[in-house]
């Protein structure tokens, strides 16, 4: 039996409205409530609907498997940035690599080592604006800052250890910050989600020769 996912997809705007209740679905019964101030809404079964979006045919671009991209050995963790350029971490390297807007080119942000914006093991990636990203690494026990590609700062964590990544089904259920049901998207096969934003959708694929290629596609109306 197949594991549907369920994806929080709080950036889709563009697909469904931010405010006001759940719109009903089919038979299927929905609650909302209000508890301690956040939001709760709880559906009764699984509405059998189709997300109001899909996947165009093709990513906007491809990076692995050209003249020139970056050899990923073990991609962790991936975030696209506003303009639609991504970073990602690479286990297999210990390495963080920031992709163009393209896919065309690439940077490397960081590298393995114990010394000041340095990596060892890579357990989240986040973007925190246009070229500003913070890696938390549980050997290091450290989240480094980087901006406009360097070293800006540090905040010393906790260590814990994060569950492996599992590829992700090709089916996913979307469900709106509100707690609305958009319903489901087929994602292309193999395809493994990162980050959805602002309408992209950041993931990792492999060729017949298990090379893993990062792919951004754009979802559109339906």
Known sequence: MRRRTHLILGPMALFAACQGDPQPTTDIPVH???????????????????????????????????????????????????DGSAVLSDGGNDE???????GKTHELLAGPGEGPGDLSYV??????????????DIELLRATVFAGGALAGRVWLPPYRPGRAREAPPDYTVIAADGEWLGRV???????????????VLGVLRDEMSVQIVAVYELVAQ
């Not at 671009?61 to 991609?75: L, M």
């Not at 989600?193 to 992209?200: K, S």
């Open 96 to 102: 963080l690599v920031v992709l163009s807007q393209d």
């Open 186 to 200: 087929e994602a292309p096969p193999e395809f493994r989600i990162l980050d959805v934003a602002d309408g992209l």
């Open 123 to 136: 357990n989240a990636v986040f973007v925190l604006g246009q070229d500003t990203v913070l890696a938390t």
């Open 32 to 82: 909302v409530e209000d508890s301690a101030g956040v939001r709760l809404v709880e559906y009764a079964g699984t509405p059998a609907a189709d997300a109001p979006f899909r996947f165009r045919a093709e990513p906007l671009y491809r990076h692995g498997n050209n003249p020139g991209d970056y050899a990923f050995q073990r991609i962790g963790f991936g975030r696209l940035f506003p």
